[in-house]
């Protein structure tokens, strides 16, 4: 069968099956899906857990060791796997097939996966999984969506959160499930009783290591370069991760295009400095090359991932240099150079 996880806490409460494949490149959600597995288990008496991570071509036989071996002693086990490419090979695949063809009672199956592709979707494993068990595609929380799902987290938490305090929220995390959830239950230990208003989370937020990030987002928005450049510096020096200063200068081309492409009502929101920033940002907006500031940013996502050869924070340099209006070099050609 095929699961959402929202229907995922509601069908364990019901059943535990074989097999549970949990599929989705948003960590949160995903792993939040892995514990309800896990607790479930436990709760029907699989105390222990064995873990395996397996790349594809890796050897399977330990995983058809575990099996075997609880079948022995006759101990009910989770066995988890970890698949960080989503892709077993032929003799992975073959071996989870024969795995779940086995009537063992006493083994669970927990198998962990980023997005899958159509085409792996279709493989005979994964047929398997559905057929023994369940296949739980864990779907990120697009904007649209983003609200809803921070008014139902912040409800869980016993939190009263206005409606313009889960805007800002949804801002400043767009895009980072966990860093909102983060948020969130910061905002349990904090906050005062009584309804959490946005002037409660902008200075919660503003007390966090993260808020240097946004102030980056507000330096290039407000064309700042020297700014700009010198908190890209710091953050580098700190150790903050790339992947987060990258989404908040895209972040930044997104909210500039949207001030000049978008009609009136659907313009992107902003309060305090954000707005300010912003509005200084839109004057420009009409001159920025947004197709060169889409490559810098294509560019320096690659070179995070090593796809591409180069230093990713001095790619960010120019990028932020770019949306300030003072372009440091001649724009790249094709993100693929």
Not at 4 to 23: F, K, M, N, P, V
Not at 213 to 234: C, H, I, K, P
Not at 273 to 297: D, V
Request: glycine share 10%; proline share 3%; charged share 25%.
């Amino acid at each position: 069968m095929k699961l959402t996880t929202d229907a995922l806490s509601g069908h364990l409460e019901q059943q535990l099956l074989r097999a549970y494949l949990i599929s989705g490149d948003e960590p949160l959600l995903a792993g939040e899906a892995a514990d309800a597995v896990r607790a479930a288990a436990r709760a029907k008496g699989f105390g222990e857990r064995d873990v395996h991570f397996m790349d594809r071509g890796a050897d399977w036989d330990d995983v058809r060791a575990s099996s075997a071996n609880m079948s022995l002693f006759g101990s009910r086990r989770l066995v988890e796997i970890r698949m960080p490419t989503g892709k077993p090979g032929v003799a992975g695949g073959a071996a989870l097939v024969s795995l779940l063809e086995i009537e063992d009672h006493d083994t669970v199956y927990l198998i962990l996966t980023p997005r899958l592709d159509r085409d792996v979707q279709n493989a005979n494993w994964v047929k398997a999984v559905e057929a023994k068990g369940a296949f739980v595609q864990v779907w990120p929380i697009d904007s649209d969506r983003m609200t809803q799902w921070l008014r139902g987290r912040a409800k869980r938490l016993g939190l009263d959160v206005t409606a313009e305090g889960i805007e800002v929220l949804a801002e400043r995390t767009e895009g980072n499930l966990l860093a909102a959830h983060q948020e969130l239950e910061k905002l349990k230990l904090v906050a005062q009783p009584g309804q959490v208003t946005a002037d409660t989370i902008l200075a919660s937020v503003g007390d966090s290591a993260r808020f240097d990030v946004f102030q980056l987002g507000e330096s290039v928005l407000a064309g700042d370069t020297e700014r700009a450049l010198r908190m890209l510096g710091g953050l580098r020096a700190e150790g903050v991760e790339a992947t987060l200063v990258l989404w908040s200068l895209t972040k930044a081309v997104r909210d500039l295009w949207g001030s000049v492409s978008a009609a009136p009502g659907a313009r992107p929101r902003a309060w305090g400095r954000q707005a300010a920033a912003l509005e200084k940002g839109a004057r420009r907006a009409s001159r920025l090359p947004f197709s060169t500031l889409a490559i810098r940013a294509g560019r320096a996502d690659r070179m995070i991932k090593g796809r591409l050869f180069g230093d990713a924070w001095d790619e960010m340099a120019l990028l932020a240099a770019d949306i300030c209006g003072h372009p440091a070099l001649r724009a790249p050609r094709s993100v693929l150079k």
